[in-house]
């Protein structure tokens, strides 16, 4: 007999990783979690009335132990889950100045110089057929409402910029929301067409600096036939964790206008304000200050070199001259995505960052360059992370990733399984999974004086999750999706020459891992890139085709807390116990 907080979580999990059923005996990342939707279990089930943190979710074995640690949301929990007080308390601690952020201010050291493009982000869902705009408008006004950051103004000299936040009400939606019509039987070229014209156009409407962050375009194709909203936010308040907040919430408020009810949605937590304040206290902190040693020792390292081509300056590459992208089919991402994570304790981005060091030096090896030398890049993540207890930031809107470097070294023509031990000892090596750098790099004046004079790397990585299978319903997105974010992947932030994308979309035969390479064309040939994607997709299926290996599988020394062992030691035990 199950209890009801097993029988949630156990529903929650199966949806989040594309499963028929989950037991309560199923290990969360065994099924093919990742820290992404780690983090959307958390809010999922905040919403659904049980609070659990990332760390649960990482510590505990089964769903049976991660249930037991829940507790139920009550205006005291809820308090203390986001370090805030409830109801009017918690609207209010997100109201007035708040500091930028990390992430925040690595756009402003780019000088948002990359194109009108990479200024948005953007998401079209199905708008139901029949909508009013009046409604529509509603909707809008309870995501402003709701979410602070998309209510703020960027204020202040640059060198000293902040936000201003005023309370909910304080921004209209009616000034951000368009009605644009199309015919009723709109191709799907033309409507693709009409919503990337929209996307240019309330781009060119979006003022961070008089408080405009959002604009919403409604292509309306008449009461009988659904249409289409699309959501332009700037990207200082948004982020790919964020609009799955935002889309969750439009489904939510549309229920309650068109119901005539209240919107009364699930408490979002810690504010965004509360937060860079968090991170602002902590920039400051001894502990922290004491990785500096740590990013110092990563960047300082020589520099790979990426091609015999000459290029222009070191942080001034152009964007790309395009993209190319290689798809694994589901037979080899299940196993890359569930296989492997259990027979190496281990997660999901190590995997995928093994078959790139892996690609990296046999490419290398191709190009003639140095035989083997350690690959340094930048790794962006959610940023959503616990960096004092009882922060909960799994449904607070705003913008969270950042970079981190890292140096990852496979080893020279190393067998796929000790590289996989290799990577992932190399990854847990890094303080508090990298949150830390940024706050050292942005907000400490010491630090950030030693950080800056450091190069940067020129690769960068970027893990994207797992998405579920496209539907054709309302509020769910749309294949126009597709259309605006090419748009918006037309150039490169101006630090990288190279930018490596893993995806993994959920489908009828199970999921399917997409890689996207970009490149600077002044630094790279399309040739080699090509060459690179080729050697990822070829070390990925060689490591998808290791899991049916019986000898498959091992642990490493940080799975070890109670003893010290080196690899090799810990191999040859393994040896003696098998023979």
Known sequence: MHTPAEELLCRLVADLVGRARVDVDDRFFDLGGDSITAMQLVGRAREAGLIITRRDVFRCQNVAELARTAREVTPSAGAAAGSVGAGAEQAADGVGTAPLTPAMLALEDDGDATGADSLRQTVVVQAPAGAALAQLTAVVQTLLDRHDALRARLAGPVGDRRLEIPAPGQVEAAACVERVAVPSDITAEALASAVSEGTRRAQALLDPAAGVMLRALWFDA?????????????????????????VADLAMAWDAVTQGRPVAPAPTGTSFRRWSQLMEEEAQNPARVKELLY????????????????????????????????????????????????????????????????????????????????????????????????????????????????RLDAGPETPVAAALKRVKEQVRSIPDSGIGYGMLRHLNPHTARRL???????????????????????????????????????????????????AAQDGADGPQLTITCAWAGDVLAERDVRM????????????????????????????????SLDQSEIDDIAQQLSL
């Open 222 to 246: 008449g009461p009988a036939v659904p249409g289409r909203l699309l959501l332009v936010a700037h990207r200082l308040v948004v982020d790919a964790a964020s609009w799955r907040v935002l």
């Open 295 to 406: 990013w110092t020792r990563v960047l300082q390292g020589s520099e790979p070199v990426l091609s015999g081509r000459a290029s222009s300056a070191h942080h001034e590459v152009p964007g790309p001259a395009g993209t190319a992208t290689w798809t694994l089919p589901a037979v080899l991402t299940a196993p890359l995505l569930t296989d492997l994570p259990r027979l190496y304790s281990c997660e999901v981005d190590d995997v995928l960052l093994t078959g790139l060091a892996l690609a990296f030096a046999r490419w290398r090896r191709s190009q003639g360059l140095e035989e083997h030398q350690p690959l340094l890049l930048d790794v962006e993540g959610h940023g959503r992370r616990e960096i004092t207890a009882g922060v909960d930031v799994s449904r607070t809107v705003g913008r969270f990733a950042g970079f981190h470097p890292v």
């Open 452 to 502: 800056e004079k450091l190069p940067r790397p020129r690769v960068v990585f970027h893990h994207a999750g797992r998405s579920a299978a496209a539907q054709v319903s309302d509020w769910a997105m749309t294949a126009e999706n597709a259309t605006v974010e090419d748009a918006g992947a037309a150039r490169l932030p101006l630090r990288y020459a190279l930018g490596l994308t893993a």
């Open 532 to 563: 690179l994607g080729d050697a990822w997709l070829s070390a990925l299926t060689a490591l998808a085709e290791h899991a049916q290996d019986p000898q498959a599988g091992g642990r490493t020394p940080s799975d070890l807390s109670l003893v």
